[in-house]
């Protein structure tokens, strides 16, 4: 299957960048990047030598970085930036660098903030713009939450383009997840059909950390250090009562990155589980099973579960549930609690089970240091690339380099925990937990 | 009503303290604090000029501190120690606190540690003790919960003294909430009624700092702490949609000094509501009301709600419920989320609702210095007061003064917050809540 | 020694507060403060009993708190509020309680903040004002800091009394140390020569705690627990190394508070040295041979210096350095590394020595939940004593209440650590220090 | 210059590793990693085709992880573990990961720790050793510093191979810094020229993360996330005085990587000077005069200095001080405090300034969540590379891979901060500071 990997663009850039780079290696002055600064996909040399024996230029992306010659003309130009979806640490990171990349940098005056998602642009919502400077964005970084304010879902494209035009915004940033950047796409190809010349520019917010060749999203190691602090005070829980549980249901719709990670910070967690891998409750090597044979053991347990693990355990209890309601349906959090508290109960086996659901407590965190300069080296390059006249891209990280991803490759499919790969099985060796818990 | 506050005493202390303090004033050593050494229970200006017109001795409780003469001759004395209930910050700081003094300062060479509450106690369960020393405690106060394990209830008494016989314990240590005190009031008589030696002291543990008598508790301050962040995070979820609703459920079953404590650490809370406030849900002046009403005005609203409070509302619900279950019965966060939705639903009323529970997170961290300082001033007085063959004490802090309380006392009633009060009205005034949410 | 406790005021109260409280106990309504309500200085049974014996009224304060009738009309009143000295945490805490209850409580519209300190009274230095309001304010109390900015020293009162006049003052909240309180009294009493109708509040800001006839300060707990987390880590530096030593200098220009506080809280300090306590470097019992001992035997050691501590030192060393230069001269933390340094090294004895001075760390950090609580009612009550017309005043905390103190009683001498007294004998005994180093 | 990435190996491996792991794709279970398994140094397109154009193979790295056949039969294995050199936070997580690993993974049972750094091993210093299991080891990581001590450098190899022989030592761990791997690797060659085998592993530990082909090594985010809350607060003093500099000190004794980072973590910083740059102290364009300019237009200064910054202006002053000694020679955060001072005292500009050396309390810290799973897979991957016999290597990181790296190789010379690089412009975007501090 080919990749594309290719960046659009609005036309050619005539406008001289301002800030006054280098094209010379050598003069202690950082050098433009030029478009075909590329960062290979693979960098392993089993992918090099394939590529050689095949006769093969290996998948590569485009390196993000200032451009020596731009498409808008900075006093001219005019900004709009929304943020979309639910909250994550960094947003307000974003925001203040891209107003302060744009002002201080590119000169640039006009810039508009979109309040409450998509909605800002919609007329019957009636709410109104917020004009961004360095002086009403200078301490937000500190704060956690948007400035802006979110929603989530789109709004009619059509309206938001009209939106677009009326106000005479020249580049759009569209801060969100897999849907705003969805969204962001259909507005580009809106804005094309209309032949307008305005930059659609991606910047991903994924707390999950699972949108596809992204190696990292702003927000989701503040987000695992938070879920650290929990899981260690669960331990407390745990240790703290004979045959203790503590269970923790942490995020992770459809991917265990958070879970993954955030036990391997902490050490002492005893299970984790993720969308990814397919588990029995019952049976001899089933969790509910093993979970007692660590007590009897052991005589605590620490268990880390992703909101979007064990779906496939509610087949059987939707059926169940048929007649008697379905409150708890889809929370595995809680489908566990229950679970091991009826199988437990009936086998009279003492225990005692506390359950943490830290919810909203780890997403309307601020940034910490790393991810504060992540932000703010990834919005510089979302500024530095929709300047220069890209558009329809997602400002992304791979490999230790910032890259440019055309935004329907980004959206295609979410990332997952490979379970045969090398993060997994280091949770394995960090946990004990068997390779399987199926029978 | 007369209030009893005398410590009772097993009887004659004949042994000098190894502790070489002084008795007298302006030698630069510390002094033995005397059985005379009372703190006012009022202290006021108005009560000592009520006392002095009515010829009256005002209530008053003993000061804790070193006696010069103990009760129990260190070298032979054997200590146990058991923590009961739920987890609290601190925990581990006492159990340390207690080993350090009777080790170190007492010479004191026996302490067990009783596992998982008073069940360690009963031979059914055939938990092992646990030897105390400094070594292993030595890092314990850095981790929070506790090193000794926790259950609850109460245990046969008859079985537990038999169990102090039988290990020749002199001292026991309970360290817990309400109930443990009580029930350690009833191992107190049964020890007198066998008349047997044995001194029982209670270290007050109530994260809802709740017990009367005592101005403070360890590891309130710790909780509410930890709450202020998460509140203030909530505060990102409610500016961060449109007509935002942050809902946080703390700890308080029938106190609300967590939720006023910690709104008025963070000052954007704009609802508080406890166990001791009345309130309706409907009406003009009725919370929901109320609550439409600041989110026209400043489009997003903080909430903080005690587990206990609004048990009133339960009784309609009830009745509502018996026909179609009653799963969100009590759990009054989950009430007021439904309420909320309901009632903004049926008036098309936009907003957004985010609700927060962070249950154990919070009291299962460690100690904040200033409660791990409190722990260890604690803990040493209640070593005072036992080696000094005090027994049935609870000890506490009134009037910035450790004092000695007889347990009783303590445990007669929970402490509350006073409605008409100074910090239920500097909640109001920093939340500008109404002062009623009656009609 | 009489002592004078009484507030004074500007005047009759005539106007009706806006707060709308009651004067009738059980009607769920928090009752105005009357002058009559005091606190007493002493809550011991015994001072009860030898006032009574001796037919003599204690010593009291009055308690602080909302009064039913104004001095200042709101609508008419305008506000000046001044920070002075060296940053504290919790200083925007009181800046913007201060701004808060003015605006929402008592509708007064006119509020300035003076830049820099009293610096920015004279027109000379050209600082202009800022305008105080809810939205300036909102977010600053998360930050540290104070908004306003600082400057040390007085400046000519008659000049700012000028200002005052000039800009039409009601009110100056002057938040600041001794000094700063001293210079407050000091524009009183012009103000009061002048027949002006300003009223002259302090509240009292020492990070130090350490200002008479005031339990706590504010910002002094957050210091203490800032020093807990780098003693902690420290003690990691200690223990890191064979004979490793940590050596850290904690602020304490005076008076031993925080060192001893930090010490408590942390339990592993071996040594506290405080400006309260005498003691000998060398010989026998002096400090390098205890500590030399404590190395043998335990192989590392953790101490905790104030700043102020070990004044009598410098005589010798002065004498001693008068041919050769006082590089070192005055500071404690670096005389006594040098001390050990030479000391050990003439002795052969191994050792490392880490030496940690934390300085401006501790007091730019942002206000704990305790200490943000404690400056919102602190501030709170400030305003409620102003707008009633008290002048002359400090803002204070004795037994658990805010009162009101004469500002000339707060600045006679400072607070000191009673080396006979409790805290004191806490730290040796948390720390095993022997009672005296002296020989 | 050719580049030797090879792994020396101790030789054939026989025995079957115990971790049950596949070599085959898409079972579900993780594959071994084969000595061909390797990661290109350059993911350039362009080093691509350049190899290509020029039929080279690129450089590339062994990927680290665990292998089918090991070297040493793990029921005979002995290990040693030692760590040297200055703490690091991490470094109590490596230990515990070695030893969990090593136990529960591979089943090795004789693992002891050596104390205080190479010192350990030198019978002189009669250190005992410390057996290492999982319970002691199972809760350092939350703790800060190292369990085993450390010391600073190297002892006679000889005596340290004799050591290694007498002990029946099969693997030896060294954690530690540049020095630390020298001393490793002519461990490693006398090991070989005395024909034993005995693995030789190397745990790089730099806060400063300047080891040479080493993206990350552990600790330095941690150190750069502690550092960004002291430069934050350091802001509110620069902001809280008139014409405020505060000038902070930060770690690097020969590479900017902590200062940069953390500046960029925080945003506010106007100047970070570190040892890569070259600057003038007076002239128009030098460092006196441009912050003054800052001064003057925006009234405070914000200042990060890496501790091996501007050596080459001591130079003159080493001349300037040879006369009138030389206290504060190499210190460049008191020299430009010094030079600040003098300056703007000379100009009566006037200024207040904040010096703050944070020191200590950033390497004795415990590691962040990140770090902390970073150094739990660092040092499995360790034991994986060392139980199969490599020897004389070092476990690196890079393109977001474990690899494993000749030891030679890391330790020829230093990583440095590319002041054309993108780091550095980076900070220069952030900081708004000019190119060049240069006339």
Redesign the interface.
Same mark, same amino acid.
């Given at each position: 299957m080919e990749i594309n990997s290719t960046i659009e663009s609005l036309g050619n850039c005539n406008v001289e960048s301002p800030l006054k &780079? =280098?094209r010379t #290696?050598?003069?202690?002055?950082?050098?433009y990047i030029e478009d075909?600064?590329?960062? &290979?996909y693979d960098?392993?040399? #089993?992918n090099?030598l394939h590529?050689?024996d095949n006769n093969k230029?290996?998948l =590569?992306f485009e390196?993000a970085?200032p451009k020596q010659h731009l498409y808008f003309e900075p006093a001219k130009t005019k900004i709009a930036i929304v943020t979309c979806g639910g &909250?994550c640490p960094g947003l307000n !990171?974003v925001i203040?660098?891209l107003v302060?990349?744009l002002h $201080?940098?590119y000169n640039v005056r006009n810039i508009i903030g979109i309040? @409450?998602g998509y909605?800002g642009f919609i007329p019957k @919502?009636n709410?109104p713009y917020l004009e961004l400077n360095p002086e009403n964005v200078s301490?937000i970084?500190? +704060? *956690? *939450?948007?400035l802006l *304010?979110?929603?989530r879902g789109m709004q009619d494209v059509s309206i938001i383009v009209d939106q677009l035009e009326l106000m005479n915004i020249n580049i759009l940033f569209c801060i969100g997840g897999d849907g705003t950047l969805r969204g962001a796409q259909a507005i580009k190809e809106k804005v094309e059909k209309r032949k307008l010349k305005i930059a659609i520019a991606g910047i991903p917010k994924t707390i999950d950390n699972d949108i596809s060749y992204i190696?990292r999203s702003f927000g989701f190691?503040t987000a %695992?250090?938070m879920? #650290?602090d929990?899981i260690? $005070?669960?331990? !407390?829980?745990a240790?703290?009562? $004979?045959n *203790?549980i503590?269970l923790i249901k942490l995020m992770g719709r459809d991917s265990g990155f958070i879970a993954a /990670?955030?036990a +391997?910070?902490?050490?002492e967690v005893n299970f984790v589980l993720i969308p990814e891998m397919d588990f029995d409750l019952y049976g001899e090597h089933g969790f509910l099973n093993v979970l007692k044979k660590r007590l009897e053991s052991r005589k605590h347990a620490l268990i880390v579960v992703a909101e979007g693990a064990g779906q496939h355990l509610f087949e059987d209890v939707s059926r169940e549930k048929d007649d008697s309601?379905n409150?708890l349906h889809k929370d595995i959090g809680l489908f566990l609690k229950e679970k091991i508290t009826t199988e437990f109960n009936a086998l009279s086996f003492p225990y005692?089970l #506390?359950?943490?659901?830290?919810? %909203?407590?780890i997403r309307?965190?601020p940034a910490?240091?790393?991810d =504060?300069?992540f932000c /703010?080296?990834l919005s510089?390059n979302a500024v530095h690339a929709a300047m220069a006249g890209k558009t329809g891209f997602v400002v992304g990280y791979w /490999? !230790?380099?910032f890259v440019l991803l055309p935004t329907p490759l980004t959206v295609k499919e979410r990332k997952k925990v490979d379970?045969?790969?090398?993060l997994?099985?280091?949770v +394995?060796?960090?946990t004990?937990q068997p390779? =399987?818990l199926k029978n």
């Open positions: &780079l =280098s #290696k050598g003069d202690g002055i950082f050098d075909e600064d590329r960062i &290979l960098s392993s040399l #089993k090099f590529c050689v230029i290996p =590569s390196k970085g &909250l !990171n203040r660098s302060m990349e $201080y940098r309040r @409450y909605e @919502y709410h301490h970084h500190t +704060l *956690g *939450g948007t *304010g979110s929603s190696d190691e %695992y250090g879920a #650290k929990i260690r $005070y669960a331990h !407390n829980e240790i703290g009562a $004979y *203790g503590a /990670n955030a +391997l910070s902490v050490q309601g409150v005692s #506390k359950y943490i659901d830290p919810s %909203y407590i309307s965190a910490n240091a790393n =504060s300069k /703010n080296q510089r /490999n !230790n380099q379970v045969e790969g090398e997994w099985w280091s +394995l060796e960090a004990g390779v =399987s």
